[in-house]
């Protein structure tokens, strides 16, 4: 379970937007990488966020290049099967579980959320 830190932060993704993807999740997970904002920064994808990452290679290379910057990318498994989106996640290297107990723990923790 997490524990409290103000120095890290999940972005909750549901989103199916690729502007927002591209120029608010990604932009802003990786650069706060790179530019030491945060000390960790996990990425949550949910919902039609699974969608746009299976059937969008720009959204697949941004996936990719948050992974290479630090950014730790999980996925929701259930959402992730109902949209027939699992296995091209898990190929980006997107940990896919069922992230519920993942995502209570971390808003009872006071660590830092965001979601778009």
């Not at 909750?12 to 608010?24: E, F, H, K, N, Q």
């Amino acid at each position: 379970m997490p524990t409290a830190d103000n120095n890290r932060l999940l972005i909750l993704w549901t989103s199916g937007d690729p502007l927002t993807a591209r120029d608010m999740v990604l932009l802003y997970a990786v650069n706060a990488i790179k530019h030491n904002w945060w000390d960790e920064v996990t990425l949550l994808v949910w919902g039609a966020a699974d969608s746009l990452i299976a059937g969008n290679n720009e959204i697949q290379a941004g996936i990719r290049q948050a992974i290479a910057a630090g950014v730790r990318v999980i996925a929701c498994k259930h959402c992730a099967e109902e949209q027939n989106a699992a296995i091209i996640l898990e190929s980006l290297g997107i940990e896919v579980f069922y992230t519920g107990e993942f995502l209570t723990d971390w808003l009872k923790s006071g660590s830092q959320t965001l979601t778009v």
